[in-house]
């Protein structure tokens, strides 16, 4: 059970088991470090060159329709993040020591505004790698002497190195036209190819036509890049776009805002997407889906991890 209290934006966890109450504070106000909330729109410099990127929505992905309101993630929901960004940088320790990560995550949730909310994602986000390598590696030396088992791993990078974008924030009352589940899932998908866009064309030399090839799915840079979110975005988008392919324009543009290009939208979609239910969150399959995507280009397909960090059913 999860109780927010609102006078210090604390979460009390009470957990019975084996008919014992332990209960945990996790008091999010009171910090020993405070990480910087990335502006929306913003890409860091090491945005271009991480191999995978990763779109990552929070309410309904890392947390669930049926947990208490208020700022809160779910530790094993952030375990099987932690999971997807550990194996994307190789399936073994190591793999782990290269200074930088091969992924980089981009939020499109609006925890992005908040920077209490981003503060804590973040700082629960460190956890969880900390505590999935910790896993890994006791899994990894089952066979090896004592001493050595008892050796721990060190990431090379933290959580606040793996935040690379945080996507715009951009006016829905062009998308108000439609039903309003239709209308969020179009937004979500043109602030992420707004962002993916300006990305291609801030190291994109010899290229300033922002509108060439825009349904030609960018960033263009040998990037691999995958959508994670509870809403339904593949298939809203697929069906705005077919209704515009039906309009007698031939750009596939919305009539009241132009810079909206719903091949574009697509594009950028179609087969980056993995949806979660938002009463499960994250689930072991989501997590294999999102990994299939991220090595889809890649010529070693991936190969899952041995031992699943959690059941499904838990």
């Not at 049926?66 to 809160?72: A, D, I, N, S, T």
């Not at 375990?79 to 550990?86: E, F, K, Q, T």
């Not at 825009?214 to 209704?243: A, F």
């Not at 039906?246 to 950028?268: M, Q």
């Amino acid at each position: 059970l999860i109780f927010s209290t609102r006078r210090d934006s604390s979460l009390l966890r009470v957990d019975c088991r084996n008919s014992e109450l332990h209960i945990q504070n996790l008091v999010m106000t009171t910090t020993t470090r405070t990480t910087r909330l990335l502006q929306p729109g913003q890409a860091t410099a090491t945005a271009s060159s991480v191999a995978h990127l990763l779109f990552l929505d929070i309410d309904g992905v890392l947390n669930t329709s049926v947990m208490p309101g208020g700022c809160r993630v779910h530790p094993i929901l952030m375990r099987r993040l932690a999971r997807i960004i550990l194996e994307s940088n190789g399936n073994d320790n190591s793999k782990l020591s290269s200074s930088s990560s091969s992924i980089g995550i981009v939020l499109s949730s609006s925890w992005r505004l908040e920077e209490q909310y981003y503060s804590h994602f973040v700082q629960q986000l460190d956890q969880a790698l900390a505590a999935a390598a910790e896993q890994q590696n006791d899994d990894d030396d089952k066979d090896t002497t004592a001493a050595t088992a008892s050796s721990s791993v060190s990431l090379p990078w933290t959580a606040p190195e793996l935040m690379v974008g945080s996507t715009p924030q951009m006016p829905i009352r062009d998308f108000l036209n439609t039903n309003k589940a239709r209308a969020i899932a179009l937004h979500r998908a043109y602030e992420i190819a707004s962002w993916l866009r300006h990305l291609r064309k801030a190291t994109t030399t010899g290229n300033d036509d922002d509108d060439a090839k825009r349904d030609d799915p960018p960033p263009c840079l040998g990037q691999q890049w995958v959508i994670l979110d509870d809403l339904d975005v593949l298939s809203h988008v697929v069906t705005e776009h077919g209704n515009h392919q039906n309009d007698d324009d031939d750009d596939n543009t919305d009539d009241r805002n132009p810079s909206i290009h719903y091949a574009e939208l697509r594009a950028v979609v179609e087969g980056h997407f993995v949806k979660t239910d938002p009463e499960a969150g994250l689930t072991e399959r989501n997590a294999e889906q999102v990994l299939e995507l991220f090595w889809r280009g890649n010529n070693n397909h991936h190969q899952p991890h041995q031992q699943p960090l959690e059941q499904e059913d838990e």
